[in-house]
């Protein structure tokens, strides 16, 4: 059972690897749902939603926009899926109804992200790009963050973009 489970893991990651090394199509098109902010804290569950997390959201939503914007993707609008985007709570988790919804828009791809809060120190972070025609991963990385803070939630989404979203 155990060789199994080792041989499924390294043949996933492998499959992974390969997925995530070719590179995102120059001049495409692409939908973006947004950062998403789950918080598993006992402070969030206590204490409920901060106004500087919440800013945090946006500055990283639009840095992601601008760095997509300046490696010559055209981000379009989602407003007339805007619908579909209200009865959702978060497009990375919602059974690929982000590619769907890109498929409408005529996006070459779908971008979703994710911030969760463990702790006020310990956060998670991950972006995911998918093609929207076949609903497969082009690109897409988690990585762990410490400290809450702007500087530590731009280090990662930086981590991420240069690591692996436009890495070629």
């Given at each position: 059972?155990?060789?199994?489970?080792?041989?499924?893991?390294?043949?996933?990651?492998?499959?992974?690897?390969?997925?995530?090394?070719?590179?995102?199509?120059?001049?495409?098109s692409a939908v973006f749902f947004?950062?998403?902010?789950?918080?598993?804290?006992?402070?969030?569950?206590?204490?409920?939603?901060?106004?500087?997390?919440?800013?945090?959201?946006?500055?990283?939503?639009?840095?992601?926009?601008?760095?997509?914007?300046?490696?010559?993707?055209?981000?379009?609008?989602?407003?007339?899926?805007?619908?579909?985007?209200?009865?959702?709570?978060?497009?990375?988790?919602?059974?690929?109804?982000?590619?769907?919804?890109?498929?409408?828009?005529?996006?070459?791809?779908s971008i979703v992200g994710e911030?969760?809060?463990?702790?006020?120190?310990?956060?998670?972070?991950?972006?995911?790009?998918?093609?929207?025609?076949?609903?497969?991963?082009?690109?897409?990385?988690?990585?762990?963050?410490?400290?809450?803070?702007?500087?530590?939630?731009?280090?990662?989404?930086?981590?991420?973009?240069?690591?692996?979203?436009?890495?070629?």
């Amino acid at each position: 059972m155990k060789q199994t489970f080792w041989a499924f893991l390294i043949g996933y990651l492998a499959l992974a690897q390969v997925a995530s090394a070719e590179a995102l199509k120059q001049g495409a098109s692409a939908v973006f749902f947004g950062i998403t902010f789950i918080d598993t804290s006992t402070e969030g569950a206590y204490q409920g939603p901060r106004d500087d997390e919440a800013a945090r959201v946006k500055m990283l939503s639009d840095y992601v926009v601008q760095q997509f914007t300046e490696q010559g993707f055209t981000l379009l609008d989602s407003a007339p899926v805007q619908k579909d985007i209200d009865r959702i709570a978060n497009p990375a988790d919602c059974n690929a109804c982000d590619v769907l919804m890109a498929r409408k828009l005529g996006a070459d791809y779908s971008i979703v992200g994710e911030v969760q809060k463990v702790s006020n120190l310990i956060l998670s972070m991950n972006l995911v790009v998918r093609e929207a025609e076949s609903g497969a991963m082009a690109k897409g990385l988690s990585v762990d963050i410490r400290g809450n803070n702007d500087e530590s939630w731009l280090r990662g989404m930086k981590y991420i973009l240069r690591n692996n979203t436009f890495k070629e």
